[in-house]
């Protein structure tokens, strides 16, 4: 499978992911997450403000502050409107192909994109594990990122990011074999 990756891409993700966030309940924002550093909540927030670090990094714009609450009220609203900045910025003209640097070094447009999209399905994986709501993603997206991972992870230290990949069935769905492959104990258990 190639990596080839394109804003289509993200949009099928972000969409996903967003019918998941609509879909939790008052008393699931506070639940417990295979990220076991997040609530539900934070979660969320983590995406969130990850949409709009890579946004302010393709645009040149100013970062959002750290610490400060990005959802506000209003966790679905916040989460869509960073979702379609995200993807307008990756849709400018010649984004894909120019380099980026930042504190985690150069990479160019098309690895910064596969690198939010493994980051999105992970931690969508990760809210469907703690809610109970399923995740339907396209098999193709987590099979794609799950490639490109494999490829840019093991040569990157991953204290602080990922976990040590986890065994996982081969035969399990692409999704869960992106969570193992992160460091995710597959199935995850409170």
Request: hydrophobic share 45%; net charge negative; glycine share 8%.
């Amino acid at each position: 499978m190639t990596t080839a990756v394109s804003v289509d891409h993200l949009a099928r993700a972000h969409g996903p992911v967003g019918d998941l966030i609509a879909a939790i309940r008052p008393e699931q924002w506070k639940a417990p997450t295979p990220c076991a550093e997040w609530d539900v909540r934070g979660v969320v927030e983590h995406l969130v403000g990850m949409d709009l670090v890579f946004a302010a990094m393709i645009e040149g714009g100013p970062m959002p502050e750290r610490g400060a609450d990005c959802l506000g009220d209003d966790p679905v609203r916040a989460y869509r409107a960073s979702s379609a900045a995200l993807e307008t910025a990756f849709s400018a003209p010649g984004v894909l192909q120019r380099s980026f640097h930042s504190p985690m070094g150069s990479a160019t447009g098309a690895e910064r994109l596969q690198i939010r999209l493994y980051d999105l399905l992970a931690h969508g994986w990760d809210l469907a594990q703690a809610t109970g709501i399923p995740l339907r993603l396209p098999e193709d997206l987590a099979e794609r990122s799950l490639a490109f991972a494999e490829v840019q992870l093991p040569s990157q230290n991953r204290t602080g990011r990922f976990a040590e990949p986890r065994p996982v069935e081969a035969t399990a769905p692409a999704i869960d074999r992106l969570a193992a492959f992160l460091g995710r104990p597959v199935p995850w258990q409170r």
